[in-house]
């Protein structure tokens, strides 16, 4: 099965078995364009918005932070 990464453009082959959940980084082609989506987002959402106390955060978005982090990914980062 293909699909265009919506991060990057890249057309990538995934398997995917109807029934199953999607692939860990659907629809991005990596891990690293998943964070990059996600971590722009973060960006404009925090460059809109007032400040977002932590306890908005769910446990979901705490883990997507964490793996960011691992990433080498900085949400504070402007390095377009
Ligand atoms: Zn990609």
Request: hydrophobic fraction near 35%.
């Amino acid at each position: 099965m293909q699909h265009t990464c919506s991060m990057c453009g890249t057309v990538y082959d995934f398997v995917w078995k109807e029934g199953t959940p999607l692939p860990k980084n659907f629809p991005f082609c990596s891990a690293r364009c998943k964070a990059a989506d996600l971590a722009k987002w973060l960006n404009e959402e925090y460059t809109i918005s007032a400040p977002v106390p932590n306890t908005i955060l769910s446990d979901t978005e705490h883990e997507i932070l964490a793996e960011l982090a691992e990433l080498g990914v900085h949400t504070d980062d402007d390095t377009d």
